[in-house]
């Protein structure tokens, strides 16, 4: 169940996690189906973060921004360990 509630908050943006967690339904989502999504995400985020530490400076929305897509790098990287 770990990996398909990472899915979940590695797909929504950082800011909806402070709400209603019963908006948030678990799906159950084939293994297979899982690991082809986390890695097209991961892959999504990676490509982000590195266009933005490419840059000589960030605003600080753009900082936020670079932090918050980090850690959901991270929940994709600790669910795609889960699914295997």
């Known amino acids: 169940m770990r990996a398909e509630l990472l899915l979940e908050l590695a797909c929504e943006p950082l800011h909806h996690l402070g709400g209603d967690m019963s908006k948030h339904h678990a799906?159950?989502?084939?293994?297979e189906r899982q690991k082809s999504h986390l890695e097209k995400?991961?892959?999504?985020?990676?490509?982000?973060?590195?266009?933005?530490?490419?840059?000589?400076?960030?605003?600080?929305?753009?900082?936020?921004?670079?932090?918050?897509?980090?850690?959901?790098?991270?929940?994709?990287?600790?669910?795609?360990?889960?699914?295997?």
Do not use: M, N, Y
């Not at 799906?27 to 293994?31: D, H, K, T, Y």
């Open 41 to 84: 995400k991961h892959a999504e985020l990676a490509e982000r973060i590195e266009a933005l530490d490419g840059r000589l400076s960030l605003t600080p929305s753009e900082e936020l921004e670079l932090q918050q897509l980090k850690k959901r790098k991270l929940w994709a990287k600790d669910a795609l360990e889960d699914v295997g």
């Open 27 to 31: 799906r159950i989502i084939p293994p």
